[in-house]
């Protein structure tokens, strides 16, 4: 192996001494552990290969230039304790390979803090910091990755079963000699490495220790225990060291927390997971999600600070946000994910619209590619964020904030955040499953919440980026650590009590031990918490021992607190878990000044914290430390406290900037001053009045952004107010809409059916027959299109002939409609009227959505009355406007309906638009639309031979989606791949439909699974059966190229002659009026089939399929072509023929995985190895 220069980075052929370009020395080294080359094949310390080994010396020094230079680093000195006993006991090469894996695991420990391997000596390693570059937290960084390194030491022990195998680590800060140019070995020297090993040498295992000069650098970002004054060989007078106990707090001490603050105990699994997952996306680029789950009290947040102190003394770059759930209106739609953006534009909850805007539009063009590009997403980021006037599509807005954060993040980790997920609203839990399937960027997405989100939406959890991290109950001895952290000198009887009575709830021990506090029985002593109550003059330490709740407890606590202090705490819990000065002012009547003692006392007690992230919009605000505490606060309150301080919260509010954003929350205050009052207080009509119209507002809001389920919650709640009819009608028809575009076809139904009748009662036909749109979509959706058209034809009496533009509007979605509910019925007169019908009516509407909705109609259209071209040539000016106007959901459709026409004739066309219809529909998010382009990719797929995309594809959608009618053909799809290979068919629900189509697919796999049965005879009945109600009418012929001889085959499986020609005379009348590619093939191949069955010549039609196959670039079935016609000319002697066509078939199959069909090969001729010479390809 050739050797590297380290003067010149030449390389030079092995067994050279001196460099060919410099003539530095050259020396050869261990590569995994560096010591010198002895002579030998193995190194002598480690066992590594010496064969390996490229390692160049150090370069010589020269006259011509400086070679070192005095700098001040940061030294670490590691060593492995327990190694050389546990190497006697086990074989050398699992000694070799535990090594190498500690190698590999310093220099990765090492590395993300941006520190270099100086050397390792045996089992030792010595790291340096500060050179060839310096920062000014080299020192911190060393401590960060000195305590890490401990903690990876001790999991490669437990992993190996050695759980006494353990790191001690020494580092010190000093001035070194610096070799400039040096590469590992020789970079520094001087007393700070020797002192550095004589420290390591002092610290116990498992632990990092530092000198005084380390210490006063990183103190404020690191807790440390005093070790006191040691004698160290070499050095004249003892030396004081310090233990480096944990992080606590971001780089610099910034956001450090000063009070009382339990240890991190009992989550170093979950935490390394938690790491694990963000250096894996780092490195591999895939969007993951974890999803930290735990009931209240067991330590998400303080995992997420955890967290966050790691990744911001890694030496890696990153793009971090954080955003917090609202618990207080049940989810403001996506207001997690709007914080971020604040966040991430440096915008701040108090900022006026023009500054506002001003930052919005920097930080938008700062990271977009093109002007054209910041001028489309800044609308839509002020659509988030509230501040903006348009309403967008959902698709259109989950497009726009994916791509902004792969702008913001390029080449380097996005990590999301999300505090109390278990408040997300359905819009932002839809968003983060968008993101996790669509954005091109390394995306690391983590929440931290309770279990009931997974009841609620458990696909999030079964996602394949999803990984669940569950936070149990901590053990007694893990507890009991955790106090003696909180407080020294805590008797052994105290001490069994809290454990017991913590039930391994951590935040149980907290509070308790505030509570003492409170009653001065801990008191603060040199920088920690004391028990100085040996006298129990001050609490009964027995009474620790009487069961209670977490709620008690806390109550508890708040009753020692002074009543100025309980007032501002009461206050403070309507406004919910974080709030303003501004806003307790207003509900309290006092002012700032009159304030700032109660809440200087709340903070110092622990009940309150001020939230000091510089990067939050909520900079300044104060939180309470703990949900709980605020929930328990809240219940103390009088009924007639609750009402007054609700309805004095929603008028300072309404008075905010941001009120518009915020009308949920509003209507939540006043709904819970409403729950509060009487029936008869005098204003209750007048706040249900407000509250309604605030709910409204709210569901409008959701809806500007895509969020119809957390609409539909709002409208429905609107609703229960019971408001006057004509609202009632209106309030229904919003509902209606929302619940339909929130894939929710049951409440849709109900909905729309019970707003047209409100409609027609309070004389609004315009509204009456906008309900009846949705009844009919929702029961298109359900497979009833005989009902869909019903509702259609009487929305349509309604409207007709009305001058009113929205009336139009809704008399155009109408025939849509109707058309749609007419071609699934067959009813292709009525299909085409309909269609007519609504195209001038389009045309005047000037609407670039309904416009191109309106051209996909035609086009459907125009491929039942067999005019291709026209079809395409519609479809591509569809498209042409779609993108034009950024519609991606109306893309997507016109993508998908081009494909069904394109794939027939063009494969590798069809590919295009497939591929590009994929990833639209990932941006969409659409399940219709993107079970629609699946089937026409599928066919596609299948039909070129790109099986394991088209399986791939299929089998995620499959799994991760309830079954629909459509998704039936998706299962045939499916199945045609597995049968062809020989693989079993997947159970599955098939949705019947109404549809002939849908159905027939169901029909389809039902038969092929009767067939894996072994029973041929039934399949068949089943298949002939489906042929006759989807193609019997010879009035469609939707994919009957690729449906219909799968049913033709099976009857001649069957025996069944007579019935294969019924079926192959349904194929037959499009040999002369469509001629298209893959019918040239397998029209003469089906002829050729069914002749054979009957012994008859099939060696015209075979020749001509396989011409035309050949052709057309569809394998598989050029193949099965060869295959026939192969075996057929075998049985007529007529060898030379026969066996290049088999030889090109068996190359197909064996490509394919159709193992079926290569043992059909084998059996005629089992040579592998056979010329195709003269056989078209």
């Known amino acids: ?51 390996a080994a490229a390692t160049a010396a150090a370069p010589a020094a020269t006259s011509s230039q400086p070679v070192s230079e005095r700098r001040t680093t ?22 070799r390979e535990l090594l190498s894996a500690y190698f590999a695991t310093a220099r990765t420990v090492v590395g993300r803090y941006g520190g270099t391997i100086e050397k390792f000596i045996g089992d030792a390693v010595m790291a340096v910091w500060g050179v060839p570059v310096s920062h000014e937290d080299d020192a911190e960084r060393a401590v960060r990755a000195g305590l890490d390194l401990v903690a990876a030491v001790a999991e490669l022990g437990e992993s190996v079963g ?108 979950e935490l390394r997971r938690v790491k694990d997952l963000f250096h894996a996306t780092q490195e591999d680029g895939r969007a993951r999600i974890a999803l930290v789950t735990g009931e209240a009290g067991l330590g998400k947040s303080r995992l997420g600070w955890e967290f966050e102190k790691y990744v911001d003394g890694l030496n890696d ?103 109390d997920f278990q408040h997300a609203d359905t819009g932002l839990l839809d968003l983060v499953e968008h993101l996790l399937e669509t954005i091109r960027a390394r995306l690391y997405v983590l929440t931290f919440t309770r279990p009931e989100l997974l009841e609620r939406r458990p696909t999030l959890a079964a996602s394949r980026r999803a990984t669940l991290v569950d936070l149990p109950p901590l ?119 009159e304030l700032d003692a109660p809440l200087a006392g709340l903070v110092r007690k622990g009940v309150l914290g001020t939230q000091n992230d510089p990067r939050s919009p909520e900079l300044g605000q104060y939180r309470f430390v703990q949900a709980i505490v605020r929930e328990v606060a809240y219940s103390t309150l009088a009924r007639k406290d609750r009402r007054l301080l609700h309805l004095a919260a929603a008028d300072h509010l309404e008075q905010e900037e941001a ?71 209106r309030l229904h028809l919003l509902a209606c809409q929302a619940a339909f575009h929130a894939g929710l076809p049951g409440q849709a139904e109900e909905l729309s059916t019970r707003a047209a009748v409100l409609g027609r009662e309070v004389g609004d036909a315009s509204a009456a027959a906008s309900a009846l749109v949705y009844l009919a979509r929702t029961r298109i959706q359900q497979g009833r299109p005989r009902e869909a058209g019903q509702a259609a034809d009487e929305g349509i009496e309604l409207v007709d002939g009305t001058e009113d533009r929205a009336g139009r509007g809704v008399e155009i979605e109408l ?23 609504l195209l001038p009516l389009a045309d005047d509407f000037r609407d670039p959505a309904l416009r191109v909705r309106a051209l996909n109609a035609l086009g459907l259209m125009l491929t039942d009355l067999r005019s291709p071209t026209a079809y395409l040539a519609v479809l591509e000016r569809a498209v042409k406007i779609a993108r034009e106007e950024r519609l991606l959901g109306e893309l997507l459709r016109s993508l998908n309906n081009m494909i069904s026409e394109t794939y027939t004739e063009d494969l590798a066309a069809a590919a295009e638009i497939a591929a590009e219809a994929v990833v639209v529909a990932r941006q969409v998010g659409e399940s219709q639309q993107t079970e629609h382009g699946l089937i026409n990719a599928g066919f596609t797929w299948w039909l070129r031979g790109d099986w394991d995309e088209a399986h791939a594809h299929l089998r995620e959608w499959l799994d991760g989606h309830e079954p629909t009618a459509m998704a039936s053909t998706l299962r045939l799809i499916q199945a045609f791949v597995l049968t062809a290979r020989g693989e079993p068919l997947p159970d599955g629900r098939l949705a019947d439909s109404e549809d002939a189509y849908e159905q027939y697919g169901a029909d389809l796999v039902t038969a092929l699974r009767v067939r894996a049965t072994g029973d041929v005879a039934t399949a068949a009945r089943l298949a ?154």
């Open 475 to 593: 053990g007694d001895e893990a507890m009991s650590v955790l106090l003696d952290g909180l407080v020294a000198d805590l008797p052994s009887r105290a001490r069994q009590a809290l454990v017991s009575r913590a039930a391994g709830v951590p935040l149980y021990a907290v509070e308790t031990v505030r509570s003492l506090i409170d009653r001065d029985a801990v008191v603060a002593r040199e920088g920690r918490y004391v028990f100085v109550d040996h006298d129990h003059a001050r609490v009964d330490l027995d009474q620790l021992q009487a069961p209670t709740s977490l709620q008690t407890l806390i109550a508890a606590r708040l009753d020692t607190l002074t009543p100025q202090e309980r007032r501002v705490v009461q206050d403070a819990s309507v406004l919910g878990l974080t709030f303003r000065l501004s806003a307790l002012e207003a509900l309290s009547g006092l002012g700032a000044h």
């Open 162 to 269: 050695a759980p006494e195998l353990a790191m001690r680590v020494g580092i010190v800060t000093g001035s070194v000699a610096v070799t400039l140019g040096a590469v590992n070995e020789g970079m520094v020297a001087g007393d700070a490495v020797n002192t550095a090993a004589r420290v390591q040498t002092a610290a116990d295992p498992g632990t990092v220790w530092v000198d005084q000069e380390t210490y006063g650098l990183t103190s404020a970002a690191v807790a440390f225990s005093d070790r006191g004054e040691h004698a160290l060989k070499g050095k004249a007078e003892p030396v004081r060291l310090f233990r480096a106990d944990a992080v606590v707090a971001a780089v610099g001490g910034a956001q450090r927390v000063d009070g009382l603050e339990a240890p991190m105990v009992g989550r170093d699994r």
């Open 1 to 51: 192996m050739p050797l590297q220069c380290g003067s010149c980075n030449a390389q030079s052929p092995d067994g050279a001494k001196f460099c060919l370009e410099c003539g530095s020395p050259l020396a050869r080294r261990c590569p995994s552990c560096g010591t010198p080359d002895a002579g030998g094949k193995f190194c002598i310390e480690c066992g590594t290969p010496m064969a």
């Open 1024 to 1177: 002939a059966e489906a042929g006759r109600r989807q193609y019997g009418s010879l009035e469609t012929y939707e994919d009957i190229e690729v449906q219909l001889p799968v049913a033709v085959e099976l009857q001649l499986e069957a025996g069944d002659l007579t019935t294969a020609r019924e079926l192959l005379g349904m194929f037959e009348p499009l040999a002369g009026e469509r001629g298209r590619a893959i019918t040239r093939g397998e029209l003469p191949r089906l002829r050729a089939l069914v002749a054979l069955a009957a012994g008859e010549d099939p060696e015209t039609d075979l020749r001509e399929a396989e011409s035309a196959h050949a052709a057309y670039g569809a394998p598989y079935l050029l193949a099965r072509t060869r295959l026939d016609l192969g075996r057929w000319l075998l049985g007529r002697d007529r060898r030379d023929e026969a066996l290049p066509l088999l030889a090109a078939a068996r190359e197909v199959f064996a490509r394919l995985g159709a193992h079926p069909s290569l043992a059909d090969v084998d059996a005629l001729d089992p040579a592998p190895a056979l010329t195709t010479t003269g056989v078209g390809a």
């Open 317 to 419: 770059e990153f793009r971090w946000h954080r955003g917090r759930c609202l618990s207080y209106g049940d989810g403001v739609a996506f207001w997690a994910f709007a914080e971020m953006v604040r966040s991430r534009l440096g915008i701040l909850e108090g900022d006026e619209a023009g500054e506002v805007d001003r930052k919005l539009r920097a930080g938008v063009e700062a990271v977009c590619a093109t002007p054209s590009e910041a001028a489309w997403l800044t609308p839509r980021i002020a659509a988030l964020l509230g501040s903006g006037a348009g309403t967008f599509d959902r698709t259109d807005l989950f497009a726009s904030w994916t791509t902004f954060l792969e702008r913001v993040g390029g080449d380097l980790p996005v990590v999301l955040l999300f505090e």
């Open 659 to 729: 009120a518009e954003s915020l009308a949920g929350v509003i209507a939540q205050q006043l709904l819970d001053a409403l729950e509060a009052s009487s029936a008869d207080d005098p204003d209750r009509q007048v706040v249900t009045d407000r509250a309604r119209g605030l709910l409204v507002a709210a569901a409008q809001r959701a809806q500007s952004l895509g969020s119809q389920d957390e609409a539909l919650r709002q409208l429905l709640a609107a609703i229960a107010l019971h408001p006057l009819p004509e609202e009632d009608a």
């Open 74 to 95: 940061t030294v670490l000195f590691g060593d492995l304790v327990s190694f050389t006993t546990l190497s006697e006991s086990r074989d050398p090469e699992e000694v």
């Open 815 to 837: 025939l849509m409609a109707r058309g749609a509910s007419s071609r699934a019925l067959g009813d292709y007169a009525q299909q085409q009227a309909a269609t007519l019908r």
